[in-house]
């Protein structure tokens, strides 16, 4: 009766696949002890350079597995060096809007602080059913009509919270009607469940915001926002 060795040794009389190979090394681990030298002169296929020993293979394959951990933790390492540098200046500006004296000085602050940014502007919009917007509410820029708003959230958002991209004349109009230019905007919906208002940063680069983009910092502002404007705005 043949055993399971002189049929791995035999492959003329038992054709074998893969599966069976790769069944036997790992039943018989000392497979590779018992055959070390003849290993050590394995070649294997390359593709530019033809062939190459199986240890250098073996090696190259480990070097290449490095280098990608090398690169993810690169990635990693620069998201969290900027994602603390975004939420340091984050931090910056509530400090400063909190101690703003009046809503047109919160509003400046906040615009002020985008400027840094390389922005063009920031633009604060409220929904009408929302807010007391009326007078002697000085505040005639921030009034948004959410029927008006409504066709553009289904054309541009569908059921996200933010929209990175372009804007047409038309969307312009609606959004920013003092604005007289607009490359790009990060656009984010206000409150927790984003029923409150927009806002908008406008970028005259038409690739600075763009779908795909990290929204973290645009999520946080859109939450502390609406409770900081509570100080001048009743709410409905």
């Known amino acids: 009766m043949t055993d399971k060795n002189e049929q791995f040794c035999c492959p003329e009389t038992n054709e074998l696949n893969d599966q069976q190979v790769i069944r036997y090394l790992r039943e018989h681990p000392g497979f590779f002890i018992r055959n070390a030298s003849y290993i050590e002169q394995m070649q294997v296929p390359h593709p530019v350079r033809g062939t190459v020993s199986l240890v250098e293979w073996i090696m190259s394959r480990q ?23 975004l939420f340091s200046q984050l931090l910056l500006l509530i400090s400063e809007l909190s101690n703003s004296a009046s809503l047109h000085e919160m509003l400046e602050r906040l615009n002020l602080w985008a400027k840094g940014l390389g922005l063009y502007s920031v633009q604060l919009r409220l929904f009408t059913d929302r807010w007391q917007l009326q007078p002697p509410l000085d505040a005639q820029d921030l009034p948004l009509s959410r029927q008006a708003f409504e066709h553009f959230r289904i054309q541009r958002m569908g059921d996200d919270n933010h929209y990175l991209g372009t804007l047409n004349g038309q969307e312009i109009m609606l959004l920013m009607p003092n604005v007289r230019r607009s490359g790009s905007v990060a656009l984010s919906l206000l409150g927790h469940y984003g029923d409150l208002g927009v806002i908008i940063f406008n970028s005259r680069d038409n690739q600075h915001f763009q779908e795909g983009m990290g929204t973290v910092m645009l999520d946080k502002l859109a939450h502390i926002l609406p409770e900081l404007l509570l100080r001048w705005i009743a709410r409905q």
């Open 63 to 85: 070097r290449n597995r490095i280098h990608y951990l090398e690169e993810d933790m690169r990635l990693l390492i620069e998201q969290a060096s900027e994602n603390e540098a």
